[in-house]
């Protein structure tokens, strides 16, 4: 069951999509304000990093973040011949799609799923 509420929305959609028109607008806000909530959106990210590693076992921490990674690029960084993808010589090079073209790749892969082991968001006040 989905509520209407900012924790359900992050469930379904992730952080990137919640947070990327909210940003946008709040551009020209104190740049303390906009260092704690681009710090918010970090730790969410690796947040769902973590429940990709813990959706597919055998997962190393840095396998969970490439897939992340892979999910949020608008094109393959390598041609036909599959070659062995360095994220950190590609990142640069990289064109990424929009963070609501990502929650379907996001999802697919588990980012959004609830693990057991997941630290628990804090409860509706």
């Known amino acids: 069951m989905t509520r ?3 924790q359900s929305a992050l ?3 992730g952080i990137n ?7 946008d607008l709040c551009k020209g806000y104190p740049p303390a304000f906009m260092r704690q909530l681009e710090d918010f959106r970090t730790s969410w990210q690796w947040r769902e990093i973590e429940r990709i590693r813990l959706a597919h076992p055998g997962y190393t921490a840095k396998a969970a973040y490439r897939l992340y990674f892979l999910c949020n690029m608008l094109d393959a960084p390598y041609g036909d ?4 993808l360095d994220i950190v010589e590609i ?3 990289t064109s990424f799609c929009s963070p609501w073209a990502s929650v379907m790749p996001l ?3 588990g ?9 628990p968001a804090l409860p509706p006040a």
């Open 4 to 6: 209407n509420d900012f």
């Open 107 to 109: 999802d697919a892969v």
């Open 81 to 84: 011949d599959g070659g062995d």
């Open 11 to 13: 469930d379904r959609f």
């Open 17 to 23: 999509a919640m947070l990327c028109r909210l940003m």
């Open 91 to 93: 990142a640069d090079k």
């Open 111 to 119: 980012a959004f799923r609830y693990q057991a082991i997941d630290v």
